[in-house]
């Protein structure tokens, strides 16, 4: 056989082999993408396969008022989105971020549009303007009600991209009962589990997991964070756990507290709307978090059925939900974990 047959042979096999495997090629595709654009990489190939996404403010209306959106909405490399066919990602953040990372979430909301996925980073006008210290529940989840009705957007394939305080958030909002049933899927990043868990730990830098206190260095921008919150939710007696190192006696103290103001925090406890919530779940975290304890993420894989959790990662690549900056072969060898977690997701979502 000659070389130019022997090399057609080859095309005609790879061709075969692409249209066979095509939905592994893609998702593999979409994580090599994503991560060239997210990790520092001397080539960022995203845009050269990839169209920019159209970008559209919008504002529509919820139940504690105006809600305001990025929306990047994906352009196909030949002809235009039909009539719903996209899938689309939800972007989730529980609390205001610095001016300076506006542009790093819209980056990040862009690169998910190009990889084809109509994107929605929405949040309450009262929130962006700071009359608001948390994001609520009902933003997200009139948030996926506004996309369900997006004229490009498949209502069967809306997910939940959650970060930190906003995966927590984004898991109440999904054990809604107007929609528990719809969403397709949330990827849970670095959030807590459950809410009273965590301010004891944050008062006391140790998380009970297991019955076991398990050590941990919180930031002091989250421990201040949290206290500006219960102080904005008028709840003094909550605060007083921050008065002792004990956690077993941070958590009674909390556990204590005036009915009236558990219950405003209960509306954000994902441990306590769990038993309503049965998206397809990937949970990520990083062992070295200084701002939520990757404990945390540890009870929310025990407390659902297995079979919910669709991809488990701890890994050391991030600080906190950022990208670590550590030397190359320390993040090729994170990547290949990484790689495998995204893998899942990408063929899923």
């Not at 080859?10 to 893609?26: D, E, K, P, S």
């Not at 930190?164 to 107007?178: D, M, Y």
Request: glycine letters at 6%; zero cysteines.
């Amino acid at each position: 056989m000659d070389v130019k047959r022997l090399l057609l042979l080859i095309l005609v096999l790879l061709v075969v082999l692409g249209f066979l495997f095509r939905a592994q090629t893609a998702a593999e595709g979409k994580v090599v993408l994503l991560t060239t654009a997210v990790f520092p990489s001397p080539i960022e190939p995203l845009d050269w396969f990839t169209r920019a996404p159209v970008f559209e403010h919008v504002t529509f209306s919820g139940p504690a008022g105006a809600i305001e959106g990025n929306l990047f909405l994906p352009r196909p490399l030949i002809g235009s989105s039909g009539a719903h066919s996209e899938r689309a990602i939800i972007i989730a953040l529980g609390v205001k971020v610095p001016r300076s990372a506006v542009s790093q979430i819209d980056n990040f909301a862009s690169s998910l549009a190009r990889l084809g996925y109509v994107t929605l980073w929405p949040r309450r006008k009262a929130f962006i303007a700071g009359q608001a210290p948390m994001e609520l529940p009902s933003t997200f989840v009139r948030s996926f009600v506004y996309l369900a009705h997006q004229h490009v957007v498949d209502p069967r394939y809306i997910s939940y991209l959650g970060l930190s305080v906003g995966a927590s958030t984004a898991l109440v909002a999904a054990s809604r009962p107007r929609i528990s049933r719809r969403v397709h899927a949330l990827v849970f990043f670095a959030g807590d589990y459950s809410l009273f868990d965590y301010i004891a730990s944050l008062a006391t830098g140790r998380d009970i997991y297991r019955g076991r206190e398990v050590r941990w260095h919180p930031s002091s921008d989250a421990i201040q964070q949290v206290k500006r919150i219960l102080q904005d939710e008028n709840a003094p007696d909550l605060l007083r756990a921050f008065s002792t190192s004990n956690p077993r006696r941070a958590r009674a103290i909390l556990d204590s507290a005036p009915a009236s103001e558990r219950k405003r925090l209960l509306a954000f406890d994902p441990a306590a709307h769990i038993h309503g919530y049965h998206a397809a779940t990937w949970i990520l975290d990083d062992t070295g978090d200084a701002y939520v304890p990757y404990v945390e993420s540890k009870k929310l894989k025990d407390a659902l059925p297995s079979a919910q959790v669709r991809g488990w990662l701890l890994s050391d690549l991030f600080q906190h939900v950022l990208p670590s900056t550590g030397n190359l072969p320390h993040l090729l060898q994170g990547l290949l974990s990484f790689n495998a977690f995204a893998y899942s997701a990408f063929r899923y979502l």
